[in-house]
């Protein structure tokens, strides 16, 4: 049998003088020569799995371009499948072959053997694309397809002011209910939109910051899956005519997972969209988002400060909250006390004191801020300046001692000044007390394993005033696989236009210039714009000129 080494080395992947290094240091660590070589970034999760299929003398597949067959799949449950990390891709007769990323798991090979009654072929693959591929075969769309017949059957017998409270938990409509949910979580979705309609009830998922149908029902089963998620998120099922908002978790692969849920009256009946919060991103720091070193440099220059206010702008859906939060994760300390109000909570966060607005009450943004401005607060979050009463407490707060973070709806970071002046408050405490402002969008990020490399062109240099005189820059554009739902996208990006309030920039706020003006003084002292932001991020292969123009005009 050859050895590993020897296999790298043949097909290029390692040079000598690199296995030699890596044969050092495997002695120290201790480890396995492939687990080294992973961790000192010589070879990929994937090229090791290769490599030990071809010292094995297995065939060794890449799932992302295997034309997986749909009827192979369907012939062991998804259960079975995610439990031994075994997708079936091919039928050849009798013979059934499996992607294993651990072919010698001889449990899993009897079991999906049983279960079928062919012969199994075992090939490997690396483990997360086998995960992945699990996730994208493994639909629940058949399951689907039957139980919207067997909702639509048993509609006339249910009683739905009962519905999630006393039927069995197998019924029909609560099992299509947590399968679109399921669905929607392994989609990467972040919303689920339930749409009724004239003749039947749509669902839409948000994938990437675009919707894509998903889903129809037949008419009949809208007032038992509607009524289903208002019982899980403790909604009045009896009121249809005013909106209402909720909240549920549900447990998905040992992850709690949170949904805002909010209902809307349309023509044709509720419509329902539920927001999947995924706690995971209230963990993430600012060094996860692909905010530039540069522009990382002087936002932390300002969220270091003890006072001050820093201000996130863009329209919704663009990031804000999750910037927020990621700041939170930084200055949060034992020893400075740090409270929000938000409406609604997105994230529950330990070690943070979150209060919750509750307008019928009287608990708006202005009197929680307040309230808690009595509270000995060290660094306050507001969920959003809303109206000149809450603007006008958030800078009395910046300027009193208190790191104030919120956002603000403007669509670059100099109109930020001008928008608070607008709402009545005195400029000069604008620029007394706004430290810096972000303005970012999110933009969607190529595929890594299909995007397409080209020069660009003389119509994009000029769009972007990149030097005619320079050597045009090497560009990526999307192409689409499986790996990304032929969409050629998988994954988001944000991109950020960060100003620090200069000495300039506060002068300018004092005598009311326009943002056009303060725009000017802030590209002299350093600030990029979102289009130069994204056009350095597109030169990285991060994401496609298309993408960029699309959400940044």
Not at 122 to 151: Q, T
């Amino acid at each position: 049998m050859k050895q590993l080494g020897s296999i790298l080395l043949e097909e290029g992947t390692l040079s000598e003088e690199q296995l030699m290094d890596a044969i050092d240091e495997q002695k120290e660590r201790g480890a396995s020569l492939g687990r080294t070589l992973v961790e000192m970034g010589l070879i990929s999760e994937g090229q090791l799995v290769r490599a030990l299929a071809s010292q094995v003398g297995m065939e060794f597949v890449e799932l992302a371009d295997f034309p997986v067959e749909r009827a192979a799949v369907s012939m062991v449950p998804d259960t079975v499948c995610r439990r031994h990390a075994a997708l079936p891709i091919q039928l050849d007769g009798d013979i059934l072959k499996i992607a294993m990323s651990n072919p010698g798991n001889v449990v899993a090979v009897d079991d999906i053997r049983n279960l079928t009654r062919m012969q199994i072929l075992p090939v490997v693959a690396a483990h997360d694309d086998v995960l992945a591929a699990i996730d994208r075969y493994c639909r629940s769309d058949a399951e689907l397809e039957n139980l919207r017949d067997d909702i639509a059957e048993e509609e006339e017998g249910v009683d739905l002011s009962k519905v999630g409270s006393v039927i069995e938990d197998d019924a029909p409509i609560i099992r299509f209910v947590n399968l679109l949910i399921t669905q929607a979580i392994q989609d990467r979705a972040s919303d689920i939109h339930i749409e009724p309609a004239e003749h039947g009830l749509g669902v839409r998922y948000r994938i990437d910051g675009v919707l894509h149908e998903m889903q129809k029902a037949p008419k009949s089963t809208q007032n038992g899956v509607i009524s289903r998620i208002k019982i899980m998120a403790d909604i009045d099922i009896a009121e249809r005519r005013k909106p209402q908002d909720g909240r549920l978790s549900v447990n998905h692969n040992g992850r709690k997972i949170d949904l805002r849920v909010a209902t809307l009256p349309t023509v044709w009946g509720e419509k329902v969209v539920m927001r999947i919060l995924d706690n995971s991103t209230a963990a993430m720091d600012l060094e996860d988002l692909g905010i530039r070193d540069e522009n990382l440099a002087m936002y932390k220059a300002s969220y270091t400060k003890p006072y001050g206010m820093i201000l996130v702008t863009g329209p919704t859906g663009s990031g804000k909250s999750t910037t927020l939060y990621a700041t939170l994760n930084q200055v949060a300390r034992p020893e400075i006390n740090v409270i929000t109000v938000e409406d609604p909570v997105e994230y529950r966060i330990p070690g943070i004191n979150q209060v919750q607005v509750n307008v019928k009450a009287g608990l708006t943004f202005a009197a929680a801020l307040r309230s808690i401005l009595r509270a000995d607060p060290d660094v306050v979050l507001l969920g959003e300046i809303r109206d000149g009463e809450t603007a006008q407490i958030s800078i009395e707060a910046a300027l009193t001692g208190h790191l104030v973070l919120s956002t603000l709806h403007t669509n670059d970071a100099p109109s930020a000044i001008t928008r608070l002046i607008e709402m009545n408050i005195e400029p000069f405490l604008v620029g007394s007390a706004v430290d810096c402002v972000v303005a970012q969008r999110l933009a969607r990020r190529l595929c890594s394993n299909c995007k397409e490399e080209y020069q660009a062109g003389r119509e994009e240099i000029q769009r972007f005033s990149h030097p005619e005189d320079e050597e045009p820059p090497m560009l990526f554009r999307a192409v689409g696989c499986s790996r990304c739902s032929h969409t050629g996208y998988r994954g988001r990006l944000a991109l950020h236009e960060i100003m620090p309030v200069t000495e300039e920039i506060e002068r300018l706020a004092v005598a009311r210039a326009s943002s056009a003006e303060i725009a000017r003084s802030a590209f002299k002292a350093g600030m990029e714009t979102l289009l130069s932001d994204g056009w350095v991020k597109a030169q990285m292969g991060l994401t496609s000129i298309e993408e960029l123009l699309r959400v940044v005009k």
